[in-house]
């Protein structure tokens, strides 16, 4: 893990939504076929998402966050609208992207080396560069010491360290983040989050990332979307005030952080009350 506290080097930062659309969600609604009832999960989301840009959906549980990532991956597809990447309508499964679910999906019989080099093996890596590689990304989780522990044997954080490991050892082009930090304690999060930030600038991926946690939207975003309850869409997009360069262990000195942290509570709180007993 690296002690580095600034976000990282990187470009400037994609303007909002408005450089060449990369990921574009146009009217889309989705809705579930249940047996005994239809269930609209996200209604007429249209929004443009730059190559590199951090974007980060927020709403209150069950609102289509996870929705909306299934459908830029290509695991579901939308009832009306489309889905773009890259200037391609989205129909089958998107291999350019990496999904790091809610649950983790690691593979119980593999330990957390094995897990990790699991997408190196598909790709065909040599034995040597697997080793290196898989090393590195262990030690960038945090994870030296436990290598040779199976899933059973770690903690829900660890476990979310694991697959976020695994994830980049793929190394797609666009990466969704779906609450990969939530069983984190502070201190894990906050260096996770310097390294998501730092790996985003400098590998320059795109990153959709969903969060129960306003402070880590503000943090990590370069815009945040927030949703109504379900179903889900869009109140508002509010551009990050801050610096691409930011130092996050320092952010909460900082008056525009503050100013948008208290925004995005303004607007959540009332879909909050309307969702009560939801679970996510
Ligand atoms: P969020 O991630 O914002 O909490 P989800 O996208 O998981 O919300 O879910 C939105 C709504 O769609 C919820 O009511 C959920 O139960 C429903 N839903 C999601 N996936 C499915 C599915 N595969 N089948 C049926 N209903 C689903
Ligand atoms: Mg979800």
């Avoid at 002690?3 to 009217?27: C, D, E």
């Avoid at 929705?67 to 089958?92: D, I, R």
């Avoid at 262990?138 to 199976?150: A, D, M, N, P, R």
Wanted: glycine share 8%; with cysteine.
């Amino acid at each position: 893990m690296q002690t580095q506290l600034s976000g990282g080097t990187g470009a400037a930062p994609p303007s909002a939504g408005s450089g060449t659309p990369f990921i574009r969600f146009q009217h889309v609604t989705k809705t579930f076929e249940l047996p005994d009832r239809s269930v609209r999960a996200v209604e007429d989301v249209s929004l443009t998402i730059s190559q590199g840009e951090f974007v980060v959906l927020v709403g209150p549980s069950g609102c289509g966050k996870s929705t909306l990532l299934n459908m830029t991956a290509g695991l579901f597809h939308p009832t009306s609208g489309a889905v773009f990447y890259n200037g391609k309508q989205v129909s089958g499964y998107n291999l350019n992207t990496g999904y790091m679910t809610q649950n983790d999906h690691l593979l119980p019989w593999r330990d957390v080396v094995g897990n990790v080099s699991t997408p190196l093996e598909i790709r065909g890596a040599g034995r040597g560069e697997r080793r290196d590689r898989v090393a590195h990304l262990i030690e960038l989780v945090g994870l030296q010491g436990f290598e040779k522990s199976y899933p059973s044997q770690l903690s829900g954080g660890m476990r979310k360290r694991t697959a976020l490991a695994r994830l980049l050892a793929y190394d797609p082009e666009t990466l969704l983040l779906d609450e990969p930090f939530a069983a984190l304690d502070a201190q894990l999060r906050l260096n996770m989050q310097i390294e998501l930030l730092r790996i985003s600038r400098s590998l320059k991926k795109t990153i959709l990332f969903v969060t129960h946690d306003l402070d880590e939207a503000v943090a990590l975003s370069d815009r945040a979307v927030v949703f109504t309850a379900r179903p889900g869409r869009i109140r508002q997009i509010t551009t990050t005030p801050l610096p691409r360069e930011r130092n996050l262990a320092a952010l909460r000195h900082d008056p525009e952080y503050t100013r948008m942290t208290a925004e995005l509570w303004d607007l959540i709180m009332p879909t909050l009350q309307a969702t009560r007993g939801e679970a996510s």
